[in-house]
């Protein structure tokens, strides 16, 4: 009789822990991760694979990112070619069917988003990363909602007894992150038209969002390292234009923008592009609040 109990007590508090156990989350970018964890809140681990300080094109792929994604229920990347460098290999290795294309634990974040800056032709011999279109689309706010809303149906597929959690989690966010955008768009708008110059075509979708204009770039073309013809016919362009900033993310070498800088007297902004790149930046909505308030600053300073 004792016996039977204690298998039934064991079966009982294995149930248990299984009903209670998170949802595994992994996340390519801390970004996604941050949108992950307002949406699933207390019922998920979130696991980014990316540093905040990182590009993310380019990886160092660790052997404990297989660990993790092999633990997984759920992978989000961002999609267009923005992981092709060093995801795929992990997937494999990692031997999960939960996370693998067409799976319910397998997310592309860019799904249902618009994508600019598509080409008609790509030769990636000659280094361009963007070949299906431009993949910075979470430095638009308004693109963040979106992936909020795809994050939220595909965890209330994985999990669909706490599909109203997740689901007023996400009416939740997307109720703060509305009203801080309508704060920042009046932060900018005395700015609209701004002409800006930036390292990589990193931030297009920003400066669509919030009416700046994006005149040229340090690099030739996305992932090609800058060149002296190119900075040198670069520059002219920024004294005629009055360019007033350089937006470069923290992971770029100094020497190049700072080159430009001092030839057109432009100021150098470092735009931390991923959530948790500054003790200031530790959530989405705080990556903009920081990063806004950094331009204007500088935009004042100049004007």
Same mark, same amino acid.
């Given at each position: ?8 007590l064991l079966f009982v508090l294995s ?7 998170? #949802? ?6 801390? @970004?996604?991760? $941050? ?19 990182? @590009? ?20 989000? =990347? ?24 067409? !799976? ?41 909602k979106i992936v909020a809303m795809h ?12 599909? !109203? ?23 900018? =708008?005395? %700015? ?10 990193? %931030?297009?979708?920003? $400066? !669509? ?37 350089? #937006?470069?993310?923290? %992971? ?18 470092? %735009? ?7 003790? =200031?930046?530790?959530?989405? #909505? ?18």
């Amino acid at each position: 009789m004792k016996y039977h109990m204690c298998l039934c007590l064991l079966f009982v508090l294995s149930w248990a822990s299984v009903a209670h156990a998170k #949802l595994n989350v992994v996340a390519t970018t801390s @970004d996604l991760g $941050a949108i992950a964890r307002e949406i699933g809140k207390d019922k998920v681990e979130v696991t980014s694979l990316a540093k905040p300080t990182e @590009d993310p094109h380019f990886v160092d792929a660790k052997p404990s990112f297989i660990v993790k994604l092999n633990k997984a229920d759920m992978l989000i =990347e961002g999609g267009l070619h923005l992981e092709i460098g060093w995801l795929p290999n992990l997937v494999v290795g990692a031997r999960n069917q939960k996370i693998l294309t067409g !799976n319910s634990g397998y997310l592309i974040a860019s799904a249902g988003v618009p994508i600019i800056e598509v080409p008609t032709s790509v030769d990636r011999a000659k280094g361009d990363v963007h070949p299906l279109g431009n993949p910075h689309f979470m430095l638009d706010p308004l693109n963040g909602k979106i992936v909020a809303m795809h994050i939220c149906d595909q965890l209330c597929q994985i999990d669909a007894a706490n599909c !109203n959690y997740y689901k007023d989690n996400l009416k939740d966010f997307t109720k703060r992150l509305e009203q801080k955008f309508s704060e920042w768009q009046k932060t900018l =708008e005395p %700015f609209r038209g701004t002409k800006i110059v930036t390292y990589h075509k990193t %931030f297009p979708y920003f $400066a !669509n969002r919030f009416n700046l204009n994006v005149v040229g770039t340090l690099e030739p073309k996305p992932g090609i390292p800058p060149s002296p013809t190119h900075i040198n016919s670069l520059i002219p362009m920024m004294k005629n234009e009055g360019i007033k900033l350089i #937006l470069i993310e923290p %992971f770029r070498e100094r020497k190049t923008p700072e080159f430009a800088a001092s030839q057109t007297g432009a100021k150098i902004i470092v %735009f931390p592009i991923m959530v948790g790149s500054q003790k =200031e930046t530790g959530d989405y #909505l705080s990556l903009f609040d920081y990063t806004i308030n950094q331009i204007v600053s500088a935009l004042k300073a100049k004007s």
